[in-house]
């Protein structure tokens, strides 16, 4: 008899008609059921953002053959909710997302639209990866992460991934002989220096468009950041609890 | 010699005309200079998100007199990093985000858009706290909450809080004489158990509207949840390294 095949759900963050969505289908497309839903326009940048006061829409997309695929109108997020409580008849055994056209190393993860529905799957029990290659371009060169994306699609599938827990692959803009391995380490701490773009509109109206560098405050040898420029993907285990116990106790001594 | 004034950035989630924002203010009125800078339309739900792909728009409003403030055509998010870049001609030395219409105790600190000011506050390294009512009504009662906020607020100008930890306050919703006290304490882990209103719209397609309830997945005595229930406001120090550190070495056991 037939082994029972693993239900995988595929979002991203930059539009089901992103080149980085299609590499990342054709690696899991036979790895199990894949079902696809996606935002029907980009949405880089919307961190955990979920789509309360509108309603949301959700229309076949025909850009994949084979499979449903669908496109919806909210935010990744929304994608990963519709997809596990609208759409699909049983939890997922996989999430994958991406795979993102730029870096979501560091504190990125907090804005990142593809990790947020990792996140979101992690919230759900489901085991959940985010993808993302070092290279902004709309045609970017996936054909070394497709080997990376398999590689720890696989693993996770055998493995599984501890609850409450999903995973932040990113993976350098470099050729297969250029590229070192894979490291697993921790989000760097790493933050924007804003800037903005002050423009005029025709009617002299100003305007502002977010800029800016990335400063990265660490020094030490056990981050994303670090590795990715030393030529390794990274992986990143991500979780949702954002307590800082340590600073609990020097809280409680305060006098409120 | 005067002391110099604290510089105080004042935003939220649910727009610059709720009444929770004016409650915020009337509270941190006379603490220090303050700045105001929040969304000009509700923007719960918006978590992390920023604004990239769209120009944002800054004017000002006449809601407060007395001072600078300020509506954004952006995100909770957008107006921090406007705020601090582009506004202030120095960075504040605290930021308060809310008060809330709505509770975000738990899981929810990943959604709020309140709570992802505070976040964005403590990235940059200002000390920031996110204030939310357990009340979602647009004219709700906030005397009780003013007294907490004001008391919080106090004793974040007097100690200061540890670089990159901002506070999620929650409110109960109570009279004075029902309120119990504050607690430190931890983020509870709880779920949305999401389920998606289907209903049709005037040429038969669907469309699809949010709703669900909230799971508690704590059955412990120092979680957020836990003490709201029982009448206590609640203080999580919270933090954006979303790395599950004790997961690194299991996954560097894993064949990639």
Redesign the interface.
């Known amino acids: 008899m037939a082994e029972k095949q693993a239900l995988i759900l595929v979002t991203n963050d930059d539009g089901v008609s992103a080149k980085g969505i299609a590499s990342l289908f054709e690696v899991v497309h036979g790895m199990g059921q894949v079902v696809l839903i996606a935002p029907d326009s980009?949405q880089?940048?919307?961190?955990?953002?979920?789509?309360?006061?509108d309603?949301?829409?959700?229309y076949p997309s025909t850009l994949f053959e084979e499979i449903d695929a669908m496109a919806c109108s909210g935010?990744p997020?929304?994608c990963v909710?519709?997809g596990?409580?609208?759409v699909l008849r049983r939890k997922p055994d996989l999430l994958v997302s991406g795979i993102n056209h730029g870096a979501n190393t560091a504190?990125n993860?907090?804005?990142s639209g593809t990790m947020?529905a990792a996140?979101e799957g992690a919230?759900?029990g489901i085991p959940s990866i985010g993808f993302s290659l070092c290279d902004f371009a709309a045609d970017a060169d996936f054909s070394v992460a497709k080997k990376i994306v398999a590689?720890?699609v696989d693993?996770v599938l055998k493995?599984g991934?501890?609850n409450?827990?999903c995973?932040n692959v990113n993976i350098p803009k470099l050729t297969m002989k250029e590229f070192k391995g894979?490291k697993?380490?921790?989000?760097a701490?790493a933050?924007?220096e804003?800037?903005?773009d002050?423009?005029k509109d025709q009617f002299n109206?100003?305007?502002?468009?977010?800029t800016?560098k990335y400063i990265e405050m660490d020094q030490t040898e056990d981050t994303d950041l670090y590795w990715i420029e030393k030529g390794y993907a990274t992986?990143?285990?991500?979780?949702?609890?954002?307590?800082?116990?340590?600073?609990?106790k020097?809280?409680?001594s305060?006098?409120?």
């Open positions: 980009p880089s940048g919307m961190g955990h953002a979920i789509t309360i006061n309603p949301l829409r959700l935010t997020v929304d909710k519709l596990i409580n609208q504190t993860v907090l804005y947020s996140v919230m759900e590689s720890v693993a493995n991934l501890p409450g827990v995973l894979i697993v380490c921790r989000q701490h933050y924007w804003d800037r903005f002050e423009r109206r100003p305007y502002y468009w977010l800016g992986i990143v285990p991500t979780q949702f609890d954002m307590t800082k116990y340590e600073a609990i020097e809280l409680e305060w006098s409120l």
